[in-house]
């Protein structure tokens, strides 16, 4: 219900409805400077470090929320997850906080 056919309708095309939720990307090339810069036209490739983050912003409300991984890419398989121990789960981060 954030959005509905009217605000895709007239929606400017330099700047999509959806942006008004969600204003970033959703990766980024990771490197000793955190945003490093690459090009991502070209294909990712092993030992390539990314960001993988979803996250939705809702300004009426003063909310928004986003969860980071930040993932390797392996010449086979998944990519590996740098954050796979970082807890995200309400129950996990209660725990922690009430430790």
């Known amino acids: ?3 509905d056919k009217a605000d895709v309708k007239n929606e400017d095309p ?3 409805a959806y942006k008004k939720y969600f204003m970033h990307g959703t990766s980024h090339h990771m490197g ?3 945003h490093d810069y690459g090009i991502l036209t070209e294909p990712m490739q092993a030992n390539m470090v990314f960001t993988v983050e979803p996250g939705i912003y809702i300004p009426d409300e003063g909310f928004g929320v986003r969860l980071e991984d930040d993932v390797v890419i392996l010449e086979k398989g998944a990519p590996f997850n740098l954050m796979k121990n970082i807890p995200i ?3 996990e981060i209660e725990e922690l906080m009430n430790a």
Request: hydrophobic fraction near 40%.
């Open 1 to 3: 219900g954030l959005l």
């Open 14 to 16: 330099e700047w999509p």
């Open 32 to 34: 000793l400077d955190t």
């Open 89 to 91: 789960e309400i129950e």
